[in-house]
């Protein structure tokens, strides 16, 4: 199945059968206003997800600024969603994917299989014409029992070694790889051995996925391909999973790490590399 379902696909599938579970996951940031987006227009039947507190554990030192969230947190966020065993879930938010794409990944971790994020985002259905609404949804409860582990994900300790031995790629922009600025985290600079891959390189400028011949010329270009072990990793865990489905859409799986620079950096023991890599 494709990672991805355009606008129009969406909108037909909606129209013939329904009992598809939207999850409008709109934050970014320096951007708070994500609910507030939500009640003002989002797509029909769509509920409205916090990233910050469905989607991550509290932030810490030790564990990142997004930490995964315990698994009977996640799956009684998902039965609010309306989340059943067998639903069709689709995401989507106003940043290309970029958001939307933690919560393509976490309900993929969490066992489902029918998960796709929506190519172009709410700003592409609203260019298409397609109708929208205000106010909040609130779905019937779902019953959905989550798995943990489907999809893999890598530590600290397995990044290293990635780094050394497969392909790490460093997901941020291309200025905080190098270390010429670190807005967010204590720490400028990439883990030792990995690739500067930024994530928005993954989007054509309509804010639309690449697509996958320019994927797979990209990825190969950086030396990723299906026969190589991979994992990706950027402030927190959050635009790493972007890349994560950018490679799942071209056939190779890549690990995540979720406590990403933002868990690195924290420890003093651990080193760090500035400049081109």
């Known amino acids: 199945m494709s990672v991805l379902v355009g606008v129009n696909e969406l909108s037909d599938l909606l129209g013939r059968h329904g009992g598809i579970v939207l999850l409008d996951v709109r934050w970014a940031l320096g951007d708070s206003d994500g609910r507030a987006h939500y009640l003002a227009a989002h797509i029909p039947g769509a509920v409205y997800v916090e990233l910050e507190t469905e989607l991550a554990a509290p932030p810490s030192p030790t564990q990142g600024r997004h930490p995964l969230p315990p698994l009977g947190a996640l799956q009684s966020a998902a039965r609010r969603w309306g989340v059943h065993a067998n639903s069709a879930v689709v995401a989507y938010d106003d940043v290309g994917g ?3 794409a933690r919560a393509w990944w976490l ?3 969490a066992g489902l299989s029918d998960v796709r994020l929506l190519d172009g985002g709410f700003s592409a259905w609203r260019a298409a014409g397609h109708q929208v609404e ?3 949804h609130t779905p ?3 019953d959905v029992t989550l798995h943990a582990g489907t999809m893999p994900i890598v530590t600290a300790t397995g990044a290293a070694d990635l780094a050394r031995n497969g392909a790490l790629l460093d997901a941020r922009a ?3 790889y190098r270390g010429d600025e670190e807005p967010v985290d204590p720490v400028a600079g990439h883990i030792p051995g990995a690739i500067s891959a930024p994530t928005t390189e993954n989007l054509a400028p309509s804010g639309r996925f690449l697509d996958r011949p320019a994927l797979e010329e990209r990825f190969a270009g950086l ?3 299906s026969s190589v072990d991979v994992a990706v990793y950027c402030g927190s865990g959050v635009t790493a999973a972007h890349q994560v489905a950018a490679l799942a859409e071209i056939g190779i799986d890549a690990a995540l790490y979720p406590g990403s620079w933002s868990q690195w950096c924290n420890d003093p ?4 590399a500035t400049a081109p890599d």
């Open 98 to 100: 970029t958001s939307a």
């Open 107 to 109: 309900m993929r971790w």
């Open 134 to 136: 205000p106010g909040d």
């Open 140 to 142: 019937e409860r779902g």
């Open 174 to 176: 291309a200025a905080r």
């Open 223 to 225: 030396g990723v391909t």
């Open 269 to 272: 023991d651990r080193p760090i």
